[in-house]
C-alpha cells in the first residue's frame, strides 16, 4: 500500500511540476508579449506625440497665413480706397478742364464777336462823321442808314450770344446740376435781353432823330 502511495505522489508530483513548467513558459511568453505591447505603446505614444506636434505647426502655419491673408486684404480695401480717390480727383479734373475749355471757348467767341462788332461799328461811325458834315437833306438819309446797321448790330450780337450760349450749354450739359443749368439759363436770357434792349435803344434813340431832320426838311 505504501509504494502504490508512494508512486501515485511522486506521479502527481511530477504532473504538477509539467504543469508548473508550463505556467512559467506561459508567463514568460506572456511577458514577452507584455513587453512587445508596451513597446508598440510607447512607440504609438511617440509617433502619436510626432503627429500632434506637426499638426499644431500645420495650425501655426494657417494662422500666419489667415493674418498674413487680412493684411492683404486690408491692404486691398486700402488701394482700392486710393483708387477711388483718384478716380473721383480725374472727373473732377475733367469737369474742371472742361469748364475751363467751356470758359476759353467762350472768351475766344467773345473776342471774335468784339472783333465782328467794331468791324460793324466802323461803317456806322462812318455814317455818324458823314452825318456830322452833311446837309440837312441828306442828314435824313444817313440817319436811315445808321438805324438799319444798328439794328443789324444788335440782331447779330443777339445770334451771336445764343449760338455762344448753345454751346456753352451742350458742352456743360451732361455733368451740370441742376442748380447750374438754372444759373446757365438765366444768364443767356439776360444775355438775350440785353441784345434785345440793345437794339430797342438804338432804335428808340436813332429813329426820332431821323425822323425830326425830315421834319426840319420839309
Known amino acids: 500500500m505504501q509504494v502504490g502511495t508512494t508512486r501515485a505522489l511522486k506521479s502527481e508530483i511530477e504532473t504538477l511540476e509539467g504543469e508548473r513548467d508550463k505556467a512559467k ?11 512587445g505591447l508596451e513597446q508598440l505603446r510607447v512607440e504609438s505614444s511617440v509617433k502619436l506625440g510626432a503627429v500632434n506636434a506637426k499638426v499644431d505647426e500645420k495650425r501655426a502655419q494657417a494662422a500666419e497665413i489667415d493674418r498674413r491673408i487680412a493684411e492683404k486684404m486690408a491692404e486691398l480695401d486700402r488701394l482700392n480706397g486710393e483708387i477711388g480717390e483718384k478716380i473721383e480727383l480725374r472727373n473732377e479734373v475733367g469737369d474742371d478742364l472742361q469748364r475751363e475749355s467751356a470758359r476759353l471757348e467762350s472768351l475766344r467767341q467773345g473776342t471774335r464777336a468784339a472783333e465782328r462788332d467794331v468791324e460793324e461799328l466802323r461803317p456806322i461811325a462812318a455814317e455818324v462823321r458823314r452825318y456830322e458834315g452833311a446837309g440837312r437833306a441828306e442828314r435824313g438819309t444817313i440817319l436811315d442808314s445808321i438805324a438799319a446797321r444798328c439794328a ?14 448753345d454751346r456753352i ?19 443767356m436770357r ?21 425822323s425830326r431832320p425830315r421834319g426840319q426838311a420839309r
Do not use: C, F, Y
Not at 25 to 35: F, M, N, S, V
Not at 152 to 165: D, V
Open 25 to 35: 513558459h506561459g508567463a514568460i511568453t506572456a511577458k514577452r508579449e507584455l513587453d
Open 152 to 165: 443789324g448790330a444788335a440782331r447779330a450780337a443777339r445770334a451771336a450770344i445764343e449760338e455762344l450760349g
Open 169 to 187: 450749354w451742350a458742352l456743360m450739359r451732361p455733368r451740370k446740376a441742376k442748380t447750374e443749368q438754372r444759373s446757365l439759363d438765366d444768364v
Open 190 to 210: 439776360e444775355a438775350t435781353e440785353a441784345a434785345r434792349a440793345s437794339e430797342a435803344l438804338s432804335r428808340g434813340h436813332v429813329a426820332p432823330t431821323n
